[in-house]
């Protein structure tokens, strides 16, 4: 079959549409429970694990070793999850993090402005059981957007509403939830998604390599140092500067390592000052 992620704006309908997708193809729906499962398998606050899921980091989490490492576990727990096959991933950057992975159908979901917002007033006033003020719905809306937008650019240098980031873009407008789910799962029926040895083997080494990056981010001697990682077959290889010994008897520990390369960087050195 298929591994299904969904990318969608606030009010266009993309958790209704995953959920529906997922219950027609019998897929697992993985959305906050990526986040659940990250928090107990590594021990982290669910809390902070939520807070930077949704926003980009502060200046100040930016320059926090341990949020490249909160950060980098909720990308290894999706890897994980997309390991697994036939799942529904919603939003958490599925569509960048498993690009090129022939099994998987990338869909982005979308609507007007004016009509997400009327659609979350609707919600909320549901939900609420009272009126809700519409400008506060609005700006959630915008913020939303915005949040989303600049949290995709910074970590991945990229457009969120690149087009070529899909296989599938669906405008909600005038597209009912039942039409959306019929397209979702005929398009991810096709032999052109169907899984292969070759695609589960590149989703495999990326998982690898992604839990590799944890355990270099959780050791004290290693987590201040940027190493690259590269895992084919389970075979992983590190490229860096500096603390490669130490990173070699980190990186021997995790699951799923059958051996470890080093590649030494070296800094060219400073030119002297020409006047």
């Given at each position: 079959m298929a591994i299904i992620t969904v990318s969608h704006e606030m009010g266009a309908g993309g958790p209704e549409i995953g959920m529906a997708v997922a219950q027609r193809l019998g897929?697992?729906?993985a959305d906050q429970e990526v986040i659940s499962e990250a928090a107990r398998r590594y021990g982290?606050?669910?809390?902070?694990?939520?807070?930077?899921?949704?926003?980009?980091?502060?200046?100040?989490?930016?320059?926090d070793t341990e949020t490249h490492r909160y950060i980098t576990v909720i990308q290894t727990t999706l890897l994980e999850f997309a390991e697994r096959d036939n799942v529904v991933l919603m939003g958490r950057s599925g569509q960048w993090l498993l690009r090129?992975?022939?099994?998987?159908?990338?869909?982005?979901?979308?609507?007007?402005?004016?009509?997400?917002?009327?659609?979350?007033?609707?919600?909320?006033?549901?939900?609420?059981?009272?009126?809700?003020?519409?400008r506060t719905v609005t700006d959630m809306v915008r913020r939303d957007d915005a949040e989303k937008s600049s949290r995709f650019r910074y970590f991945y240098e990229t457009d969120l509403n690149d087009p070529s980031l899909y296989e599938l873009v669906l405008n909600t407008e005038r597209m009912s939830v039942e039409t959306a789910v019929e397209l979702i799962s005929v398009a991810a029926r096709q032999p052109d998604f169907a899984t292969t040895e070759a695609g589960r083997q590149i989703v495999a080494d990326r998982a690898l390599?992604?839990?590799?990056?944890?355990?270099?981010?959780?050791?004290?001697?290693?987590?201040k140092y940027r190493?690259?990682?590269?895992?084919?077959?389970?075979?992983?290889?590190?490229?860096?500067?500096?603390?490669?010994?130490?990173?070699?008897?980190?990186?021997r520990k995790v699951h799923g390592v059958k051996d470890v390369k080093t590649r030494q960087i070296?800094?060219?050195?400073?030119?002297?000052?020409v006047a």
């Open positions: 897929y697992r729906y982290l606050l669910e809390e902070k694990l939520t807070h930077l899921d949704e926003s980009k980091p502060s200046l100040f989490e930016r320059l090129g992975i022939p099994h998987v159908l990338r869909v982005r979901v979308k609507a007007p402005f004016e009509l997400r917002v009327k659609r979350a007033l609707k919600k909320m006033a549901g939900q609420m059981g009272e009126a809700v003020n519409p390599a992604s839990r590799v990056q944890v355990a270099l981010a959780t050791e004290p001697e290693t987590r190493i690259t990682v590269e895992a084919q077959q389970g075979v992983v290889t590190l490229e860096a500067t500096a603390a490669l010994d130490q990173a070699l008897e980190v990186v070296e800094i060219p050195p400073i030119p002297p000052f």
